[in-house]
């Protein structure tokens, strides 16, 4: 097989997992009633895809973070999560604002924890691994060079950044603070040269959202 015939198909393990968790969110939207089942049979998958092509991702991570490292990629974590709660009803949004609400469903309790369990298990780990996978170490070196696995983790151009913070946003109800999010987190790779720390502020951000959620019971945020 040639390089550049590879160099195309290089594209399938960060795409994949994201088109389909993209997929199955949108079937949760016209099957309201199933999409705890819909959200366990997402995470499962993707968790799978994810798994399945794991040693496509060893380039983009160095798990071996300094403290400085770790501090910073926590704090844009909880940065991230302040502006995504704090101002909500000042910001516009778009779309239909879903919300899931275990406690809807009609199911047994022990149910409901379960559903909880894999909902905050899917935002703190399969989420940040898959959306950065997709954003930030994928589609930010795409928009540099289609053969994107040799552009370096981190290349900074204006119009990959741009794009993505605004896709990224786009891609949230929350469109102000999506965009936002997506200017930290992509100001961390770049600074970093390192997809750990972004899975990490990203899974900060959604393990304190999955904790506000349920200790104020504010469902419209997940």
Known sequence: MSDSSEGKKNWVPYVVPFIVFMALTEAGRYFPAHAHLLYIVKTITVGGL????????????????????LMTAVAAGLIVLAIWILPDKLFPQHGIDDVFNPFSFNIPQFAVYTVIAVRLFGAVIVVPVMEELFWRSFLLRYLVN??????????????SFIAV???FGVEHHRLIQGMIAG???????????????????????NLGLGVYVISTQSWEFW
């Open 165 to 167: 913070v605004i896709l």
């Open 50 to 69: 994810l798994w399945f092509w794991r040693h496509s991702y060893a380039s983009d991570f160095t798990l071996k973070m300094r403290h400085g490292g």
């Open 146 to 159: 289609p053969d994107f696995k040799k552009v370096s983790l981190g290349t900074f151009s204006w119009f």
């Open 183 to 205: 200017i930290i987190y992509t100001a961390l790779v770049i600074y970093q040269k390192n997809l750990a720390g972004c899975v990490l502020a990203h899974g900060v951000t």
